[in-house]
């Protein structure tokens, strides 16, 4: 949707019909995927560049505690944009699109590159921004699906192939559980044993996501009986591996 146009458009176009049909204009503001090359090239500091792109918002006191402080930028307002990584250049890219005066809010895959608690604190801040304005996303996620819309459209291969609220959607195409295991991140001995841990109790366990220590699987309905599942986990404790994981790592199923 946004591809076509850049915000840069408004702010430097004359021409009276490609300044009608900037984003800006439109009331749209958007978070692109991949900005990292683009904003790396900014020579200043992360406070210089948000006044150069939300000098409003940084005058706004409820902007700076609902969306600044929750997504770290106090943090790194005094570091160079070139030196940020991914997760912190995601967070800066966020930050200046909900920074942006629009009524409608274009955010491509907004908990890329973002760790479990970074991923929680910025949907709290979508939640609590975003409740009198529309916004349209894109994501891979269903749990942030399910935390932040209220209408659902599933893509494959360009086209809309179903849409539905996400309760509705959970009911047609659930097949399976998901089971969430956090080990002590940094530690690759204990999520490599975490890892031979769940295939030993579930064979047909697929490994989906992990990210700072954090190993979510999805699990398929058929394959497992979760009565059974919990005895085997309680009858296997005992074992040293089994005790080691234990220890080191908790899990959630869902």
């Known amino acids: 949707l946004a591809g076509a146009y850049d915000e840069r458009d408004a702010a430097s176009s004359t021409d009276g019909p490609a300044k009608q049909h900037s984003l800006k204009h439109l009331g749209v503001a958007y978070k692109r995927q991949h900005v990292g090359p683009r904003f790396r090239k ?4 992360v406070q210089d560049f948000l006044e150069a792109r939300i000098q409003h918002g940084l005058g706004d006191r409820l902007f700076r505690l609902l969306v600044m402080k929750p997504l770290g930028l106090d943090k790194i307002e005094n570091l160079p944009v070139k030196s ?4 912190e250049i995601q967070r800066l890219a966020i930050t200046v699109c909900l920074g942006t005066p629009a009524n409608i809010y274009l955010i491509d895959e907004p908990s890329a590159g973002l760790d479990p608690v970074s991923r929680r ?5 979508i939640r609590q921004t975003m409740d009198t304005r529309s916004v349209v996303l894109t994501s891979h996620l269903m749990e942030e699906v399910e935390a932040l819309c209220d209408r659902v459209g599933i893509m494959a291969k360009g086209l809309m192939r179903t849409l539905g609220t996400p309760a509705e959607l959970r009911i047609r195409f659930d097949q399976g559980y998901k089971f969430m295991l956090a080990c002590e991140p940094g530690r690759a001995e204990d999520e490599d044993g975490a890892h031979r841990y ?4 579930m064979p047909q366990a697929r490994l989906v996501d992990a990210i700072n220590g954090v190993r979510v699987y999805t699990v ?3 394959s497992v009986e979760v009565g059974q ?13 089994e005790r080691r994981v234990g220890k080191e790592c908790r899990s959630r199923w869902s």
């Open 42 to 45: 900014f020579p200043g500091t």
């Open 84 to 87: 940020l990584s991914g997760g």
């Open 121 to 125: 604190n910025l949907w709290n801040v």
């Open 198 to 201: 769940v295939l030993t109790l």
């Open 220 to 222: 398929p309905k058929a």
């Open 229 to 241: 599942l919990f005895e085997s986990i309680e009858a296997q404790k005992d074992r040293s591996e």
